[in-house]
């Protein structure tokens, strides 16, 4: 599995463009704990899902489900 294959992040069912801009954030598993360091906070933990690029890829890669695809298609995009 590779960029070759077209399978990559953007077109990945567990992928999230939405809340983010060019990059997304990967929903496969459960967010991850993330020790923040700030100067007014000192440290604080919060929880969040790895952000990667549209043309990243992982092993754990799957397509959309067909209702998604179909879904996207009807408004004209090109996300598969």
């Not at 997304?24 to 991850?32: E, I, K, S």
């Not at 043309?55 to 695809?69: M, S």
Request: with cysteine; aromatic share 6%; glycine share 6%.
């Amino acid at each position: 599995m590779s960029k070759a294959d077209g399978m990559t992040c953007k077109s990945c069912r567990f992928w999230d463009n939405e809340a983010i801009h060019s990059t997304g954030l990967c929903r496969r598993h459960a967010p991850r704990a993330v020790v923040v360091v700030d100067k007014a906070a000192a440290r604080c933990e919060i929880a969040t899902w790895p952000e990667t690029e549209p043309d990243d890829w992982c092993g754990d890669y799957q397509p959309p489900p067909l209702a998604q695809v179909r879904e996207q298609v009807g408004k004209g995009e090109n996300k598969p």
